[in-house]
């Protein structure tokens, strides 16, 4: 997917497969076919111990993380969320979303964090006026309050972009919202995978009520 569908540069050991430090440390939940057995849906979580085992997380390689340290013993990093292209229709990520709140509420976690990618093509062209144009959307309506900003350490230059465009987030972004989550800052530039990646932080105590029943009962 990152490499077919992204044009992500993948320098890895495995050609077209992507592999980063961060793998070895991390749970990797996997979502299958129940007749082919082939895997459908994937994410990878980094939790606490683990991150201070590889170092850190991935998103502080994309981000100033200081003001969320108080969060850091009970957060999660969510990572590398990926479905297969036939089964897009919802139900692959609700069953990823309901396997990661078990796995929260079963280890006493509450913070999730992550980088939540927007892609630098849009309508066949490279650019960032797409991703410039969310975050111009986002920021008035679904920024974190300022004690928890965080600032990208390779900006995407979101001032010389044109952020008007009428574009709707993904839809990976667009549910992490319903679920309550909230959008830290600007956003970073990843050159690697061609995307520009908001950081994005969804705390169980902010689950709405409807989510909150169907994920936790």
């Known amino acids: 997917m990152f490499a077919g569908e992204m044009g992500a540069r993948l320098d890895t050991a495995v050609p077209g497969h992507d592999v980063d430090a961060f793998d070895a440390y991390c ?4 979502v299958r076919d129940t007749e082919t057995r082939a895997v459908i849906g994937t994410y990878r979580v980094l939790t606490p111990a ?4 590889a170092g850190g997380l991935y998103s502080d390689t994309e981000f100033d993380l200081a003001r969320l340290a108080h969060l850091r013993g ?3 990093e969510l990572g590398r969320s990926c479905v297969h292209p036939d089964h897009r229709h919802g139900g692959v990520i609700m069953a990823l979303w309901g396997a990661l709140a078990d796995f929260m509420v079963r280890n006493r976690l509450d913070t999730m964090i992550g980088c939540a990618s927007i892609p630098m093509l849009h309508n066949g062209v490279l650019s960032g006026n797409a991703a410039a144009s969310i975050w111009a959307q986002l920021r008035a309506t679904h920024l974190a309050a300022p004690e928890y900003a965080v600032s990208p ?7 010389q972009l044109d ?3 009428a574009v709707e987030p993904p839809a990976l972004i667009k549910g992490y919202l319903r679920l309550g989550a909230r959008v830290l800052g600007a956003p970073a530039w990843d050159p690697d995978f061609n995307t520009a990646d908001l950081p994005m932080l969804m705390r169980i105590d902010d689950l709405p009520s409807r989510y909150r029943k169907h994920f936790l009962g």
């Open 50 to 53: 683990q991150a201070l085992r």
């Open 27 to 30: 749970e990797h939940l996997l």
């Open 74 to 76: 009970r957060m999660v």
């Open 153 to 159: 350490r390779l900006p995407l230059p979101v001032e």
């Open 163 to 165: 952020g008007s465009l």
